[in-house]
């Protein structure tokens, strides 16, 4: 009997794979999980049922997405504080050809507006906005009309247009730039240049999970996101040991404390902060190494 080449399907289709599960699910653990079981169950096939092993596999893993992401809303509705994905760490430095996306479709902005979607709406979006899937290839991976699923993308994307446009990001070099300079502020406690560093609505989310102490709702404002982190830089209890890191495509931190680990992600808008994302739930920390120590 002819075995499948499961190890060159692996090494060859598993980026891909991993992209389009992460995009979906907003978590890195639960993406590598449904891989390793998609390639589990596949092993267990009869070769002579897959005559086109990438587009099987990118089908049977957006389904396997779709599915969990409908186990997964429950879970969300009685999720403690604020639900934010798990930040995932990206290359130092930028590769030239891929400046211009600047991975927008894998910053937190744009994970949070799929949240809008249901499952099934948002792998359709995904898979023609983040991949370029054409209609048919996205109908035979949903089993839906090329039709429908045409729809359904131009619906999507009057409706995602008009909920926010993010404003275009700076460079990963500006953007660390940028990220020092907050960090010298709120080391020194000078309010006022922290302040300048924000724009007038900034806004901070935190997530907890219920695991650790987190704002349970959006900070929103320059002046009360400062006193926030001001006040909390001045007890010693964050940004001792911050690593410079880079989370999904653009500038963070990794805070290393004894208690607690936290990411910290920016969105910027022009020179100054927009958002900012404070992941310190450990349950989407444990797939981050831990940084080296001084």
């Given at each position: 009997?002819?075995?499948l080449p499961?190890?060159?399907?692996?090494?060859?289709y598993?980026?891909?794979?991993?992209s389009?599960?992460?995009r979906?699910?907003?978590?890195?653990s639960?993406?590598?999980?449904?891989?390793?079981?998609?390639?589990?169950?596949?092993?267990?096939?009869?070769?002579?049922?897959?005559?086109?092993?990438?587009?099987?596999?990118c089908?049977?893993?957006?389904r396997?997405?779709?599915?969990?992401l409908?186990?997964a809303?429950?879970r969300?509705?009685v999720?403690v504080?604020q639900?934010?994905?798990?930040?995932?760490q990206?290359p130092?430095?930028?590769?030239?050809?891929?400046q211009?996306?600047?991975?927008?479709?894998?910053?937190?902005?744009?994970?949070?507006?799929?949240?809008?979607?249901n499952?099934?709406e948002?792998?359709i979006?995904?898979?023609?906005?983040?991949f370029?899937?054409?209609?048919?290839?996205?109908?035979d991976?949903l089993?839906k009309?090329?039709?429908?699923?045409r729809?359904?993308?131009?619906?999507?994307?009057?409706?995602?247009?008009?909920?926010?446009?993010?404003?275009?990001?700076?460079?990963?070099?500006?953007?660390?730039?940028?990220?020092?300079?907050?960090l010298?502020a709120?080391?020194t406690g000078?309010v006022?240049q922290?302040i300048?560093?924000?724009?007038?609505?900034?806004?901070?989310h935190?997530d907890?999970?219920?695991?650790?102490?987190?704002?349970l709702r959006p900070?929103?404002?320059?002046?009360?996101?400062?006193?926030?982190?001001v006040?909390?830089?001045?007890?010693?209890?964050?940004?001792?040991?911050?690593?410079?890191?880079?989370?999904?495509?653009?500038?963070?931190?990794?805070v290393?404390?004894?208690r607690?680990?936290i990411a910290?992600?920016?969105?910027?808008?022009?020179?100054?902060?927009?958002?900012?994302?404070f992941v310190?739930n450990?349950?989407?920390?444990r797939?981050?190494?831990?940084p080296?120590?001084?």
């Open positions: 009997m002819t075995q499961l190890e060159d399907w692996y090494t060859e598993k980026p891909l794979l991993f389009i599960a992460y979906m699910l907003g978590s890195v639960e993406a590598e999980d449904i891989i390793h079981d998609l390639f589990l169950a596949v092993s267990r096939m009869d070769p002579g049922t897959i005559q086109n092993a990438k587009a099987y596999l089908k049977s893993v957006t396997r997405c779709i599915d969990q409908k186990s809303r429950a969300k509705e999720y504080g639900w934010l994905p798990e930040p995932l990206t130092e430095k930028e590769d030239p050809l891929q211009a996306a600047r991975n927008d479709d894998i910053s937190f902005a744009f994970l949070l507006l799929l949240e809008q979607l499952p099934v948002r792998a979006f995904l898979l023609r906005e983040a370029d899937y054409d209609y048919k290839e996205i109908a991976m089993d009309s090329e039709a429908a699923c729809k359904t993308y131009s619906r999507l994307k009057q409706k995602l247009n008009a909920a926010e446009a993010l404003p275009p990001q700076p460079s990963l070099s500006e953007s660390q730039s940028l990220v020092r300079s907050f010298r709120v080391s000078d006022l922290f300048h560093l924000l724009t007038e609505e900034a806004v901070l935190s907890g999970g219920g695991k650790v102490r987190a704002a900070i929103l404002g320059a002046d009360r996101i400062a006193a926030f982190l006040g909390i830089a001045s007890k010693g209890t964050v940004l001792t040991r911050s690593v410079p890191v880079s989370f999904n495509g653009g500038a963070g931190l990794l290393d404390g004894s607690s680990r910290l992600l920016f969105e910027f808008e022009g020179t100054r902060i927009r958002a900012m994302y310190n450990p349950d989407k920390l797939h981050l190494p831990k080296p120590k001084h």
